[in-house]
């Protein structure tokens, strides 16, 4: 819920988009300097800012920007000394990149704030939902599901048999949830992300033939998490694949069963985690990294992007390469792999002149 100074009552403003300086400065505890009663309806970077839009300067890269900029309000930090003239409204806070983003996150949080079932949707006689339920066109619920609070369930959202979802939580159009699987408090999952399809589970036979292995398992995903467009999370072959609270996830990753992911470690792009791999808490992971199955991936690990990583990493590594190994090793080499054709030549000719 908002804290007492963004109470919704106050956010009413932004359902219009239509608000003064005087009322953005006490939802964000700043004063005003310029026009108290100027009024924006809309926001923009500083650099493209136009009459009734509002921005704001926290970076001194941008400094110059705020004497040309045509937003009519203009957020900056208490300390910002004006050199010259502006025709901009200022709005003083402690910080102004998080002012700007809070005003950013309750904007949408009021822009996303449906409540009722639309029809045609289906929900099951023996689902149970809290207050405040937002349920979209052909959306589909299934039994023994349990909604909780102020959740929004986009059109076409897919949810299967047992299936428990907590508080705040949002599904965006098209988000598929598989049977007994559980999303924690304020979770975000957008749309085609796929939560327990089956993991990749086959064994070969006598002939040669695979045979599927029963995925039997579920996905449990703790409060927090923010899953993108497109990431599949498998469920476990027994057990639970499981991503720990705070842990960000960025569009198309693939994480396969059994596998689980610590608290507050961010996965960018395309990456994809074999089966049984444990990683740990507070990592970055870039884009297209590919983890081979059953590691142990240590806490505050920096993996960047396209590695590869066939070994267990130790807490705090930093680490690059196909197959993976110290980043500053990586970076060294990396020299002498440009030169590698000079180097060879420059070996030849000295093998020659020994003979």
Request: negative net charge; charged residues 20%; hydrophobic residues 40%.
């Amino acid at each position: 819920m908002p804290s007492k100074s963004f109470g919704l009552v106050k956010f009413h403003i932004f359902v219009s988009m239509k608000f003064t300086a005087n009322q953005i400065a006490e939802i964000l505890e700043g004063t005003v300097e310029g026009n108290s009663e100027a009024q924006v309806s809309k926001l923009a970077k500083i650099e493209e800012g136009t009459s009734g839009s509002l921005t704001f300067l926290a970076n001194p890269k941008y400094k110059q920007y705020i004497y040309s900029t045509k937003a009519t309000i203009t957020i900056v930090d208490k300390d910002f000394i004006v050199e010259e003239a502006i025709e901009t409204t200022l709005i003083r806070v402690d910080d102004a990149r998080n002012a700007f983003s809070k005003l950013l996150a309750y904007y949408n949080m009021i822009k996303l704030n449906k409540t009722g079932i639309e029809q045609p949707s289906f929900i099951s006689e023996s689902v149970t939902y809290g207050d405040n339920i937002y349920v979209g066109a052909f959306a589909y619920i299934a039994n023994e599901v349990k909604i909780g609070n102020n959740v929004k369930i986009f059109p076409n959202v897919y949810i299967g048999d047992n299936v428990t979802i907590g508080d705040d939580v949002v599904l965006f159009a098209g988000a598929k949830i598989y049977s007994d699987c559980v999303i924690g408090d304020r979770c975000v999952v957008h749309s085609g992300a796929i939560i327990g399809a089956d993991g990749f589970g086959f064994v070969p036979n006598e002939k040669g033939e695979y045979e599927k292995v029963p995925q039997i398992g579920n996905v449990i995903i703790e409060e927090d998490v923010d899953v993108g467009a497109g990431t599949s999370i498998d469920r476990a072959t027994l057990g639970s694949t499981i991503i720990r609270k705070g842990v960000k996830l960025d569009n198309q990753i693939q994480i396969a069963h059994n596998v689980e992911v610590g608290e507050h470690t961010a996965i960018a792009a395309q990456a994809g985690i074999a089966g049984s791999t444990k990683i740990g808490k507070h990592c970055l992971i870039g884009g297209q990294v590919g983890f081979a199955g059953h590691l142990v991936i240590g806490n505050n690990v920096k993996i960047q992007a396209q590695s590869g990583i066939g070994r267990n990493i130790k807490d705090g590594e930093v680490i690059q390469g196909s197959p993976a190994f110290g980043y500053t090793d990586w970076n060294k080499s990396y020299v002498h792999f440009r030169n590698l054709p000079k180097i060879v030549e420059r070996i030849n000719v000295l093998e020659k002149n020994n003979k």
